[in-house]
C-alpha cells in the first residue's frame, strides 16, 4: 500500500523538529559556553570529541537494542518517542547552566549535559531514520520518502539557524545567557509535538523476522557491507566541511565582518543561506534529478561547494564588506549541501537491500545507527577544529589603532577565514575521491538487487 499525505506529512514534521534541536546544539553549544559563559575553547572542543567517542560504542549498541525490540507499538515508536522526551529535558539544561556555576565546576556541566544529549539523541534519531525501509516499498517511493524528510530536516536546521540569535537577543532583551535558555525550551516543547504527531500517524507496513543479532554480528556485519561504510565515512567527510563552517561563521560575523549589530548581517546571512538550503532541496533537487542519475547529482553537488568555498575565500581576501556579496558563495554553498543531505540519505538506505542481499541480514536500525553517529562526530571533529581556531586566533573585538594590534587582529582574522574556506575544500575533495572509488549501487544496480530479495521473499 502507498503511502499517504498523512504518513508523509507526519514523518516530515517529526524531521522539521528533530533537525531543529540538532542544529541548536551542533551550531551553537560552543558559542554558548565560550564566546557567552567563557568556558575555554579548548575544554569545549575536547568535550564536543570526546563525546563523540563515546558514540562510537553507544551509537551502534542503542541500534542493536532496537533491533531486538518487539511490541505491539512496534520496534520503532517506543523508543523515539522516549528518547525524544529525555532529549528535550537534556536540550534545555544543557543552555540553561545554572548561573552559580564557574571554572571547573562549569566545564563538568557542559560536559555532563553534552554526552546526556548525545545519548539521548541517539535514542530517537535511529529509529527514527530507521523506519524508512520499514514502512516504504523500495524504489522511487524510498527515495521520495527521503527526499521528502530530508528536505523536511533542512528546513529545521534552516529555520533555527536563521532565527537563532534574533530570538536569543530578542527573548533575553539583549542578554544572551537567559536568550539562549527561553530558546532552547520553546524548541523543546515544539520538538515533543512534532515527534509525536508522528508516532500517533506512522505505522510500520513490513518486517523482516530474523533472529537478533549479537554485538559481535553486528559489527561484522556493518564491516561486510562495504557500500555502507563507504556511504559513512563520505557523509564524516561531507558534514566535517560544514559543520567546520558553521561553528566558525559566527565569529567571523561578530569579529571579523563586525559592526555594532552584527547578529542582523548574520540573520540575514543566514535567512539567505537557509531558504536556499530548503529550496535546493524541495525543488532544485527533483528538477536536477529529471536530467541527472543521483550520483552525477552527487558530482555536481560537489563541484558548487568548492566552487562556493573559493569564492567565499576571494571575498575574504580582498576584504569585501557587503552583505549581498557573501550571498554569491552561499548560493552555492547552500544549494550544494541541501542536495547532498537528501543523496546521503537516499545512497544509506540502499545499503540496506545491498546488506540483504550480499550477507542475508537486514540490518536497518544498525546502519542507520552509522549515520547518527558519524553525523555526530563529524560535528565533534568541526567542533575541535574550531575550537582550535578560536584558541590560536583568539580573536578579539578590540578595535585599538596600535601598529601591534592591528598586526595581531590581521593575523587572528586570516587564521579564521583560512580555516573556514581551505579545510572545508580539502574535505569534499578527499569525499568525492573516495566515494568515486569505493561506491558501486548504481540506480541499475539498485533496481537489480531489489529484484534479487523479491524473488527470494
Known amino acids: 500500500m502507498k503511502l499517504t499525505w498523512k504518513e508523509k506529512g507526519s514523518y516530515g514534521l517529526g524531521a522539521v523538529g528533530k533537525d531543529m534541536v540538532y542544529m541548536l546544539s551542533a551550531s551553537y ?14 575544554a569545549m572542543g575536547v568535550i564536543l570529541m570526546a563525546a563523540r567517542v563515546f558514540d562510537a560504542f553507544n551509537d551502534p ?3 542493536i537494542i532496537v533491533a531486538k525490540t518487539r511490541t505491539k507499538w512496534g520496534k520503532f515508536r517506543p523508543w523515539l518517542l522516549i528518547g525524544t522526551v529525555l532529549n528535550a529535558v537534556i536540550l534545555y539544561f544543557m543552555f540553561a547552566a545554572p548561573p552559580a556555576l564557574d571554572g571547573s565546576g562549569l566545564v563538568a556541566y557542559a560536559a555532563a549535559t553534552y554526552v546526556l544529549w548525545g545519548v539521548t539523541y541517539t535514542m530517537m534519531d535511529i529509529p527514527f531514520w530507521s523506519m524508512i525501509p520499514a514502512f516504504t516499498e523500495g524504489g522511487k517511493e524510498r527515495e521520495n520518502l527521503s527526499t521528502l524528510a530530508r528536505s523536511c530536516a533542512g528546513v529545521g536546521s534552516a529555520l533555527v539557524t536563521i532565527i537563532t540569535m534574533w530570538c536569543v537577543y530578542a527573548l533575553g532583551q539583549g542578554d544572551e545567557r537567559s536568550g539562549f535558555a527561553r530558546f532552547a525550551l520553546i524548541l523543546a516543547m515544539l520538538f515533543v509535538v512534532f515527534i509525536l504527531i508522528t508516532c500517533v500517524s506512522i505505522r510500520e507496513k513490513s518486517t523482516v523476522n530474523v533472529e537478533s543479532p549479537t554485538v559481535g554480528q553486528m559489527f561484522r556485519s556493518l564491516l561486510q557491507n562495504d557500500q555502507a561504510m563507504t556511504v559513512v565515512v563520505s557523509i564524516v567527510l561531507i558534514n566535517c566541511s560544514l559543520y567546520i563552517t558553521s561553528n566558525l561563521v559566527i565569529y567571523f ?10 547578529y542582523n ?5 543566514n535567512t539567505f543561506g537557509g531558504g536556499i538550503q530548503i529550496l535546493s532541496m524541495m525543488l532544485l533537487f ?19 561547494a568548492i566552487l562556493g568555498y573559493a569564492v567565499l575565500l576571494v571575498l575574504m581576501l580582498f576584504n569585501v564588506t557587503s552583505i549581498f556579496a557573501l550571498f554569491v558563495p552561499a548560493l552555492l554553498i547552500f544549494a550544494a549541501f541541501g542536495m547532498l543531505t537528501v ?28 549515520q547518527t553517529f558519524v ?21 578579539s573585538s578590540d578595535t585599538s589603532e596600535t601598529s601591534q594590534a592591528a598586526q595581531a587582529a590581521l593575523s587572528s582574522v586570516m587564521g579564521l577565514r583560512l580555516t573556514m574556506t581551505v579545510l572545508p575544500i580539502f574535505g569534499l575533495l578527499l569525499a568525492v575521491w573516495y566515494f568515486h572509488r569505493k561506491y558501486i549501487l548504481t540506480e541499475e544496480k539498485v533496481e537489480e538487487i531489489a529484484g534479487a530479495i523479491r524473488e527470494k521473499a
Not at 30 to 38: A, F, H, R
Not at 253 to 262: C, I, R, S, V
Not at 286 to 304: D, H, K, M, T, W
Open 29 to 42: 553549544i560552543l558559542y554558548y559556553y565560550q564566546d557567552v559563559l567563557g568556558v575555554s575553547a579548548i
Open 61 to 63: 549498541i542503542m541500534g
Open 253 to 262: 560575523f561578530k569579529y571579523d565582518f563586525g559592526g555594532e549589530a552584527w
Open 265 to 269: 548581517s548574520y540573520t540575514l546571512f
Open 286 to 304: 527533483p528538477l536536477v534529478r529529471r536530467f541527472l542519475n543521483a550520483i552525477q547529482v552527487f558530482y555536481l553537488s560537489f563541484g558548487l
Open 343 to 370: 543523496l546521503t540519505t537516499v545512497f544509506l538506505a540502499n545499503t540496506v537491500d545491498y546488506g540483504q542481499w550480499k550477507n542475508n541480514r537486514r540490518d536497518e536500525s544498525v546502519i542507520f545507527s552509522m
Open 375 to 395: 553525523v555526530k562526530l563529524a560535528s565533534g571533529v568541526a567542533a575541535l577544529i574550531a575550537s582550535v581556531c578560536l584558541s590560536v586566533t583568539n580573536l
